[in-house]
């Protein structure tokens, strides 16, 4: 079977993080911070903690900026739902805002409609920008957008590691940025995330909340100053991801490649969109559009029975039970998220990947859909 994704764990890491678990010191030491100053530099980011997940990052966001109940914060209808689910975790009221069908992110102009036309009791507090499948929202935009309306931009970069909006490393763009180490993501460390700041009081604010709310004080003791979480990251985690980061840039090469045999493959076949090819783009995932006349769930079943993987791209937040039940709204609210929740498909995309299975995985492709 073509895997939709595959982590690419080397020698080199297992015989490190079986030293690092050889040592005894397991949690949070000297190799979680060379990870966290090498992503640092590999971003060119201010500051960066390492934590235990993308959702972990997320919800200390939140918590760090101290939004919660009465607040409102706009995220996209397009995406997997942990982009939501810490806005409910904190208190706080979702307002959802749809994606551009052409690169699959937070459409800043429905977003300006979104605060103009706001009347509900919570205050806008936020946005919650997703750089969905790795391609880079127009932050340009939305930062402007922000600062007229005096709201935090908060940025779920998840898939996005490697991802560049005018010359920047997404993720250190906005106020905040954070980052997935999931095993469907670029690099991984099993589970794991990052949280990326500018401003060094929020910065030593997050790496209090991340670690039981504990300070260290000057005398070498600790005081517990606010009712922090465990969201820690490994050492062997950590050493496992800095070493993947030092071949992260032949990995995003080598994606963009598979991408442009994919690009041409396909650019002929009728009834599909392809994703729109976009400067920056890091590529995490490969999601094309299926016309109306194609029952996707078929397509995926076909696939298989020739030997590849293929799956949804995300989810429609409007659409999840949990959200639909809690504020009523409606499948054709957010037309191009229904669209993509209900027709996209993702190919496989990683870089153990060869070019003649690229065009296997086109010509398979070619033959469902005729």
């Known amino acids: 079977m073509i895997k939709l994704t595959h982590p690419y764990i080397s ?20 190799k979680v911070q060379q990870f966290e100053q090498n992503l640092a530099a590999f971003m ?42 810490v806005i409910e ?13 052409d690169n699959y992110n937070m ?50 970069a998840a898939c996005a590691l490697g991802t560049i909006s005018n010359g920047q490393h997404v993720g250190c763009i906005g106020d905040i940025g954070c980052f997935s180490w999931h095993p469907r993501k670029s690099i991984t460390t099993g589970e794991g995330g990052a949280i990326v700041v500018k401003d060094s009081h929020l910065y030593q604010k997050i790496n209090i909340l991340r670690n039981h ?20 990251l490994t050492e062997f985690q950590a050493v496992m991801g800095d070493l993947q980061l030092r071949r992260f840039q032949n990995n ?19 009834h599909i969109v392809l994703p729109k090819m976009i400067d920056g783009h890091s590529w995490q995932t490969f999601m094309i559009v299926l016309n109306d006349q194609y029952d996707r769930g078929k397509v995926i079943k076909s696939l298989a029975e020739k030997g590849i993987e293929s799956n949804l791209g995300a ?52 033959e469902v859909l005729t």
Request: proline share 5%; aromatic share 8%; net charge negative.
């Open 107 to 156: 459409d800043p102009r429905q977003l300006e409609e979104v605060i103009r036309t706001w009347t509900g009791p919570e205050k806008l507090k936020a946005i919650m920008v997703v750089h969905e499948f790795g391609a880079p929202a127009d932050m340009v935009e939305i930062v402007n957008i922000a600062k007229k309306h005096g709201l935090y931009v908060i940025e779920d």
């Open 11 to 30: 020698s080199d890491e297992i015989l490190a993080v079986t030293e690092v678990m050889q040592t005894g010191m397991l949690v949070q030491g000297a």
């Open 252 to 270: 995003i090469e080598k994606r963009k490649h598979l991408v442009e045999i994919y690009a041409k493959e396909l650019s002929l076949v009728q």
């Open 315 to 366: 989810q429609a937040i409007h659409m999840m039970t949990y959200f639909k039940e809690k504020y009523g709204y409606d499948k054709d609210q957010f037309p191009n998220a229904r669209l993509l929740y209900e027709k996209g498909l993702a190919l496989p995309l990683h870089p153990l990947l060869t070019e003649d299975e690229i065009t296997f995985i086109s010509l398979s492709l070619r």
């Open 44 to 85: 060119q980011a201010n500051l960066v903690s390492v934590v235990s997940s993308g959702t972990a990052a997320l919800h200390l966001a939140l918590v760090a900026l101290e939004l919660g109940k009465g607040d409102a914060i706009i995220a996209p209808a397009f995406t997997f739902p942990a982009t939501v689910n």
């Open 213 to 232: 709310g504990i300070q260290k004080l000057e005398d070498g003791s600790v005081d517990f100053v606010a009712p922090g979480f465990n969201y820690r």
């Open 89 to 101: 975790l904190v208190g706080a009221k979702p307002i959802l805002v749809d994606v551009s069908s």
